[in-house]
């Protein structure tokens, strides 16, 4: 199993920018794709981004191409999700996921794919 640990949220104003980092237990953080999703208040929690096991493929929702980087850190045992241009709708509870797949595909959008969650950090940005 694997524990994750999200930080780096807070409070920014409309065009900031944040990084937010999750760390993982355990040895085995290589074999997981990595995966951030958000929830915002009454909605239900979306997918944001996802990065392969050795960090070469990413994947990203719609709603934050080009504004949003996700890469890892399989030394570290950290996966990252920089936020640049950052927008009001952009609040939301940030969470980290790891899936045990073999590779990186479309269903990686899925929340149901993903055996493990981070608590969440919370990012705000106001207008």
């Known amino acids: 199993q694997v524990q994750l640990v999200e930080s780096g949220g807070g409070l920014v104003q409309a065009g900031d920018s944040l990084r937010l980092s999750c760390a993982a237990s355990?040895?085995?953080?290589?074999?997981?794709?990595m995966g951030w999703f958000r929830q915002a208040p009454g909605m239900s929690r979306e997918f944001v981004a996802a990065i392969s096991r050795s960090g070469g493929t990413t994947y990203y929702d719609d709603s934050v191409e080009g504004r949003f980087t996700v890469s890892r850190d399989n030394a570290k045992n950290t996966v990252y999700l920089q936020m640049s241009s950052l927008k009001p709708e952009d609040t939301a509870v940030y969470y980290c996921?790891?899936?045990?797949?073999?590779?990186?595909?479309?269903?990686?959008?899925?929340?149901?794919?993903?055996?493990?969650w981070g608590q969440g950090t919370q990012v705000t940005v106001s207008s």
């Open positions: 996921a790891a899936a045990t797949m073999p590779s990186i595909t479309t269903d990686i959008s899925s929340r149901w794919r993903y055996n493990y």
């Open positions: 355990g040895p085995t953080f290589s074999t997981y794709v």
